[in-house]
């Protein structure tokens, strides 16, 4: 059974960097067919993909937050990361990391965390 | 850029009868769309992949159609517990979700 669980900081200050980790059980986050994935719901709204990393490393970035944004994985403890620098106010949201499906592009979610409120302010 | 746009924003089903929500895509998605429940203070939760494909778990009652640009989620016969925030999600094209349709009990 795959779970995921955030964890982090739940207040950033304006133009700091927010960090997040994702802890991955019931599946190595180093075999192929996962895309590991970070998801964001603002306050009251719907959802927005921020990006998602694949065992290789290799990496896929919303266009619109790309520039801000950074993933990585740390195999050894089968977790994966999320950067966000110089963040505003309307980073404020709350942050799911995810497992998506797929082999030569990432598919549908399958998997979810629980999700972390992250506030931006001073 | 690809937008989803769901129809409608609320709908009111009395308890037994059939839902049908609406996805359409801005450009063809082929049959790579996804729906997810969401119910408050949740994670999404998937149902339905590559249009018509119930997740593991999914009840029966929960079933998906269309291809290209036009898709539906019909849930058969509401429970109470089906009581939501639906979203449709493709996948085609990097990731965009729709805005999410609302379920309430008549």
């Known amino acids: 059974q795959v779970q995921l669980q955030e964890s982090g900081p739940g207040l950033v200050k304006p133009s700091q960097t927010l960090s997040l980790t994702c802890t991955v059980s019931?599946?190595?986050?180093?075999?192929?067919?996962?895309?590991w994935t970070w998801i964001r719901q603002h306050p009251g709204k719907g959802l927005e993909g921020i990006g998602n990393?694949?065992?290789?490393?290799?990496?896929h970035y919303s266009p619109s937050l790309k520039s801000r944004v950074s993933m990585s994985l740390d195999t050894s403890k089968n977790q994966f990361s999320l950067r966000l620098t110089s963040v505003i106010a309307a980073d404020t949201a709350v942050y799911f990391c995810?497992?998506?499906?797929?082999?030569?592009?990432?598919?549908?979610?399958?998997?979810w965390g629980p999700g972390t409120q992250v506030s931006v302010s001073s | 850029e690809m937008v989803m746009t769901q129809s409608p924003a609320t709908l009111s089903v009395s308890p037994g009868e059939r839902a049908t929500l609406s996805c359409r895509a801005s450009?063809?998605?082929?049959?790579?769309l996804a729906w997810y429940q969401q119910k408050p203070g949740q994670a999404p939760r998937l149902l339905i992949y590559?249009?018509?494909t119930r997740a593991t778990g999914i009840p029966a009652r929960f079933s998906g159609s269309g291809s290209g640009t036009d898709f539906t989620l019909t849930i058969s016969s509401l429970q109470s517990e089906d009581i939501a925030v639906y979203y449709c999600?493709?996948?085609?094209?990097?990731?965009?979700f729709g805005q999410g349709t609302k379920v309430e009990i008549k």
């Open positions: 995810a497992r998506a499906e797929g082999v030569v592009m990432p598919g549908a979610i399958h998997n």
């Open positions: 019931g599946v190595s986050i180093s075999s192929a067919g996962s895309y």
């Open positions: 990393i694949y065992y290789t490393g290799r990496t």
């Open positions: 450009q063809s998605v082929s049959s790579n």
């Open positions: 590559a249009a018509s």
């Open positions: 999600q493709q996948y085609n094209d990097w990731w965009t």
